[in-house]
């Protein structure tokens, strides 16, 4: 039975939770008080918040909190059956803070009506604590979920899913208030993008090793699910004296927990380095995020 390391759990519960105060500050303080909005459940939630608001004259105002955590519930269930469940219960840890954030009533913008600089300090922000998130191994739930799940199911990358989502949620603005609104809001997106980028991913490519006693499954799940497939060969242990199958793999960086998810749903037991690549030559398909 695998011992649980109490103080590598500590540490990433406490990066969870500054992580997720971050992304709440970017979105209550900045983003959220100037209109502008953010990608997955919260923005959508944001569009129905202030569309509801808006449409009733302001006699209707759903809580952006309590109406982001129910979003978030079937979600959480489709991960916690689907994907890794570490992954999944972390990510609740996330959304029980950051809901809790979201549901209080701040309206305050701390850049006034400085639209550029509410973006500019949101999109920061809001990368910096995603990215927090991304480097622990979880994320703050919603559409991270859907979309990891998307991505093992299909071998499409997420960031092909997160595009077409924050499309629609800047379409629906723009149309609903104005181009202003949407131009602001791509420029924060795309500020929250570069930042979890610099963050979470030192390189762009990675390669895996696993070490597993499932080698056939490993390779037929990375074979027929993931885009990359992964070169084998036979290996003993060192300790037991057992023999085991080894696998590496080279894959792009966003991809990267599309594979942990499928390796641990193979084989929860199987051991795995995680290293970054400067470079690749050869024959490795590049998956277009558009």
Do not use: C
Request: aromatic share 10%.
């Amino acid at each position: 039975m695998k011992t649980l390391d109490w103080k590598k759990e500590i540490g990433t519960f406490l990066r969870i939770v500054i992580g997720t105060l971050i992304i709440g500050v970017g979105i209550m303080y900045f983003i959220n008080p100037s209109r502008l909005y953010t990608g997955g459940v919260t923005g959508l939630a944001q569009l129905i918040v202030n569309i509801t608001h808006d449409a009733s004259g302001g006699s209707i105002r759903i809580n952006l909190g309590l109406l982001t955590f129910l979003f978030q519930i079937p979600l959480i269930l489709l991960g916690y059956f689907k994907l890794s469940r570490r992954f999944v219960i972390y990510s609740i840890v996330s959304i029980l803070i950051a809901s809790g954030f979201l549901a209080l009533p701040i309206t305050y913008s701390v850049m006034g009506d400085d639209l550029l600089a509410s973006a500019l300090a949101g999109g920061i922000l809001t990368g910096l604590g995603n990215g927090m998130l991304y480097r622990v191994g979880t994320s703050s739930g919603g559409t991270a979920i859907l979309f990891q799940y998307l991505s093992i199911k299909t071998g499409k990358s997420v960031g092909i899913y997160q595009i077409i989502l924050h499309g629609i949620i800047i379409l629906i603005a723009g149309i609903q208030y104005s181009l202003t609104i949407a131009v602001y809001t791509i420029f924060a997106q795309g500020v929250s993008a570069i930042v979890v980028d610099r963050i979470h991913t030192a390189y762009h490519f990675m390669r895996l090793e696993i070490v597993t006693d499932k080698g056939p499954e490993m390779i037929e799940a990375i074979g027929h699910r993931m885009p990359h497939g992964a070169t084998a060969f036979d290996g003993v242990g060192g300790y037991s004296g057992q023999p085991h199958k080894v696998l590496f793999v080279i894959v792009s960086a966003h991809e990267l927990p599309g594979y942990l998810a499928v390796i641990e749903q193979t084989d929860p037991k199987a051991f795995v380095t995680i290293s970054g690549v400067s470079g690749i030559r050869g024959n490795f398909q590049r998956k277009n995020i558009i």
